[in-house]
C-alpha cells in the first residue's frame, strides 16, 4: 500500500488532464488483431502513454520500440478499420517510481512517406507470419488424423 500511495503522489496531475480524449489501456483494432493483441497504457488527448515502474529512470530501446508499435498500430487501425478522430503526435514514457514523463513528438521521429512504408512492411511480415501459422496447424491437424 505505501508503494502505491508514493506512486499516486509523484503523479504530475497536470501532464495526464484531457481536454477530449481520455482512454485506459485503449487497443487498436485492426492492427491489435494483426499481432495477436496489443493494449497500451494511455492515451491522452494527443498522446500515447507507456507507464514504466521502474528503480532506474532511463529509456532502454525495447521501451521505445514497444511505443513506435502502438503507434504503427494505430495507425494501421486509423486507416483499414476506423477513423478514430485522434491525432496521436506525441509518444510519452511516464516512469511512475519518479514521476517522470518524457515525450518524443512523432514528427522528430519518422516522416510521413517513412512510416507508410514501415507499416506496409510491418503488414508483409505480420501477414507471412499469419501464412506459417496456418499452414503448420493444417499440417499438425492432418498429422492427428
Known sequence: MEDLRNLIACVPEEEFMAEDHCLLNPTFGTGSFLVGGAD?????DNSIVDFKTTKRWRSRRRSFNQLAGYY????????????????ISILGIYFSRHGVLHN???????????????IGK???????????????????ASDEK
Open 72 to 87: 504503427a498500430l494505430f495507425r494501421i487501425d486509423d486507416w483499414e478499420h476506423v477513423d478514430s478522430g485522434i491525432e
Open 122 to 140: 510491418l503488414q508483409e511480415v505480420i501477414e507471412k507470419r499469419r501464412e506459417m501459422r496456418r499452414a503448420a496447424m493444417q499440417e499438425q
Open 104 to 118: 518524443y513528438r512523432v514528427e522528430d521521429l519518422i516522416s510521413e512517406r517513412e512510416l507508410e512504408e514501415f
Open 40 to 44: 497500451a497504457d494511455l492515451i491522452v
